[in-house]
């Protein structure tokens, strides 16, 4: 038997393996989802065994294989798409043709990928920015920070940092046509981790003189400080994102070793004299009682690990550890939540603690939804569910924005 069929043999096998764990009762999109898990699946594995054997990282393999979605800067009737650097950083620019008597808003937004991969020109984050840039006649921003590992933290969140200020220079607001008080910052996932953290440090930063509009999150990522939230647990083997996976794609932001990797795992990975950060995490404290019952809170285990890794202690990588008195200072947001996602308790909880501090959120959670699948908006994956989100996501920039 060749290589070639024992390949073909072994992957259909993986397959009917994967394809056979259930989905959650009801959940959107139940056949396409199992297909896209299921391939996930296969390909988080064949990534594991291209590591072990040293031909390539984790990350490596599953970057090449989401590059297969990038599209050009194709412009349409509507809009002009250009590729073009905001100081050193590059970005994908959507422009509404149409001839406008006001200035218009933008969006700023950062696409998800744990800072390891994708980018704003993968087919779902194109297609996003275009129907956002089309439906708000506004001009859209996406952003290609530098990725991980070749660029640790905090350079992602250093870069959108520069975009933003880059776009914020009068001269260019002005080209473009954009109005300075109806600004938003987005983000989905890690993106999402970054429209908040961008939010924070800026809106704190006394040198910042602008008032930005608005921020919207969708199925953000905002703490590594606690790793068994009870949504960890719930959805451990995902639908789409794993814990396994997560934290092997987060961690080579923080650092290249495998050290921290097993320690976040098992929730072991927080230094000694961080006990009372946890307060900002708490989840026995935020989460609302219906995702407390059955669930019992286990105090951090604090100072296993030798080094010490800086990332972690930082509102930028978590912006739930911000201060009341920060978070006092964010904007109008939107935050969008999915029942089946095991980042949905970030998610609530920063809802919990921006309305406790007087921050005006509205927050949609949906109770059939599932993490990522922005990143799967066109064919062939088609998910309904992107859409949905789409949808929810526009309508209220439609009218907040
Ligand atoms: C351009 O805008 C019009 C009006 O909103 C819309 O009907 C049309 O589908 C848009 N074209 C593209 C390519 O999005
Ligand atoms: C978290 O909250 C629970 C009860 O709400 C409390 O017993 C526990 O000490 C808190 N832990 C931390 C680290 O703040
Ligand atoms: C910490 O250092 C000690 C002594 O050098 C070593 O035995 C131990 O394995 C280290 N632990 C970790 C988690 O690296």
Request: charged residues 20%; positive net charge.
């Amino acid at each position: 038997m060749g290589y070639r069929t024992l390949f073909f043999a072994l992957s259909f096998i993986l397959f009917a393996y994967y394809i056979h764990i259930p989905m959650p009762e009801g959940i959107d999109d139940h056949w396409r989802l199992a297909v896209i898990d299921a391939t996930i699946q296969i390909v988080s594995n064949l990534a594991k065994l291209t590591e072990e054997i040293g031909l390539m990282k984790y990350v490596e393999f599953l970057r090449r294989t989401m590059s297969l979605h990038l599209t050009n800067p194709i412009s349409d009737e509507n809009l002009t798409v250009i590729d073009v650097d905001f100081g050193d950083i590059p970005v994908r620019l959507y422009l509404p043709k149409r001839t406008s008597e006001r200035q218009r808003p933008a969006v700023i937004y950062f696409h998800g990928g744990a800072y390891v991969m994708s980018s704003c020109k993968l087919s779902g984050y194109d297609f996003l920015n275009r129907w956002t840039a089309t439906k708000l006649d506004a001009v859209v921003v996406g952003v290609e920070y530098r990725l991980a590992p070749k660029y640790l933290f905090p350079v992602a969140i250093e870069d959108s940092i520069s975009v933003v200020k880059f776009f914020l220079q009068a001269k260019v607001l002005a080209k473009y046509g954009v109005d300075p008080a109806r600004i938003c910052f987005s983000g989905d996932s890690s993106g999402g981790t970054l429209a908040a953290a961008v939010s924070l440090v800026l809106q704190n930063d006394p040198k910042f003189k602008h008032k930005i509009k608005a921020q919207a999150l969708i199925y953000p990522g905002l703490q590594i400080i606690d790793t068994f939230m009870p949504s960890h647990k719930l959805y451990q083997h995902g639908p789409l994102l794993s814990r396994e996976m997560t934290f092997r794609l987060l961690t080579p932001y923080m650092a290249d070793d495998n050290i921290l990797y097993k320690a976040i795992l098992n929730n072991q990975h927080m230094p000694e004299g961080s006990r009372h950060v946890f307060k900002f995490v708490n989840w026995s404290t935020f989460l609302p009682e219906k995702y407390k019952k059955n669930q019992v809170y286990t105090e951090p285990i604090l100072g296993k690990l030798n080094a010490s890794y800086p990332a972690l202690l930082d509102s930028r990588m978590s912006p739930l550890l911000a201060t009341d008195a920060q978070l006092r200072n964010l904007q109008l947001t939107y935050m969008l939540t999915c029942e089946h996602d095991l980042l949905r308790d970030d998610g609530l909880i920063y809802v919990a603690r921006l309305r406790k501090v007087g921050v005006q959120v509205t927050h949609e959670h949906l109770e059939n939804g599932y993490h990522g699948a922005l990143s799967f908006a066109t064919a062939p994956f088609n998910l309904k569910l992107a859409l949905k989100i789409r949808d929810m996501y526009i309508t209220w920039l439609k009218n907040n924005l």
